[in-house]
């Protein structure tokens, strides 16, 4: 591991002010991605601008019938939330799909927003990687790419976003805020938050530098059966292939509405409306496939991803519709 400054600064104002001042820093709160890549020197920060002790870890209801969620939250205390087990329980499967208990102890609502690509050649330095060295190429393209995407993806890069929280939360419509070191705030829909690769893989949000995560606001819950089913090479502690986070309402014995994303597919959680919109006009799982996978590709050894979107989507249509 390389040396670096490291810093703990007690307000957000400093938090965000020295993420201006400083070149090459980054924020940590549970380090469970950003410590590894370190190690392995994909990442080599200067400065490390510790955020544990700012006062970011609360929940609380917000005046339209939400949730705002602090960015220090842990995964396990998000998913334990009464509120989110009742109101937003695909969130709470999604984030007890994740990694271990010991890592959701960890993890915080903005690091996992934030963690990276699980492609084994962005990890290993000896290798091409776009999105470690722009301009290196991609190895792979061509190389093993059992894990990557088959939807959103460019000739620099064909990576997926791992995580399973972010799934959920493009399900629900969430926002995340942000504020920068002049203290102006924002307020990022998480349609916008993750970026495709397109030419500059290296770029994989809307943040602009310096600026610092706060909170993500989830919007007034909406009803129906709610579903998060990942498909991995092994039960636990494994990234998804595949997955769905789904709230699906009834109409009588019909899809009355549809919320579907997708995890293991794109180098951002897929979501397609007319999807949805197909799913509610047919009821058939079939016709929401057909739109998600417009334009997929697959590049070899992801091709099986393809099918199995389709099969999983129609398991989850069918568990949400069982009487
Ligand atoms: Fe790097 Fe992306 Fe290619 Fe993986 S898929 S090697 S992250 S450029």
């Not at 998913?79 to 009742?86: D, F, G, Y």
């Not at 109101?87 to 609502?109: C, E, F, H, P």
Request: aromatic letters at 4%; glycine letters at 8%; a positive charge.
């Amino acid at each position: 591991m390389k040396a670096f400054t490291y810093e703990r600064p007690a307000t957000i104002a400093q938090a965000a002010s020295l993420a201006s001042e400083r070149p090459n820093a980054r924020f940590i709160a549970g380090g469970t991605n950003l410590l590894d890549l370190m190690k392995l020197q994909v990442e080599t920060p200067a400065t490390l601008i510790d955020v544990n002790r700012l006062p970011l870890a609360g929940i609380e209801d917000t005046p339209e019938g939400g949730l705002r969620v602090g960015a220090l939250v842990r995964n396990a205390d998000l998913a334990a939330h009464p509120r989110v087990r009742r109101d937003y329980a695909v969130l709470a499967k999604a984030l007890l799909a994740g990694a271990s208990g010991q890592l959701r102890n960890k993890a915080t609502t903005a690091g996992n927003l934030l963690q990276r690509t699980r492609c084994f050649y962005f990890y290993d330095t000896t290798k091409p990687c776009n999105k470690r060295e722009p301009g290196s190429g991609c190895a792979a393209i061509g190389g093993f790419n059992r894990i990557h995407a088959v939807l959103g993806a460019s000739e620099s890069c064909i990576a997926t976003n791992p995580s399973d929280m972010n799934v959920a939360l493009r399900a629900l419509d969430a926002t995340v805020e942000t504020v920068a070191a002049d203290g102006a705030t924002r307020a990022i829909p998480i349609a916008e938050f993750h970026r495709l690769p397109g030419d500059t893989p290296e770029v994989e949000t809307s943040l602009r530098p310096g600026e610092l995560i706060t909170a993500v606001t989830l919007p007034r819950p909406v009803p129906g059966t709610h579903i998060y089913r990942k498909v991995r090479d092994r039960a636990s502690y494994a990234f998804a292939l595949v997955s769905v986070a789904a709230v699906i309402g009834r109409d009588g014995d019909r899809v009355g509405s549809a919320r579907l994303a997708f995890g293991g597919l794109a180098h951002k959680p897929w979501r397609v409306e007319t999807a949805e919109q197909a799913l509610v006009s047919t009821g058939r799982a079939e016709a929401a496939a057909e739109a998600v996978l417009a334009g997929a590709r697959g590049r070899g050894a992801n091709d099986f991803k393809i099918p199995l979107t389709r099969r999983t989507l129609r398991a989850v249509v069918a568990d949400a519709t069982r009487a």
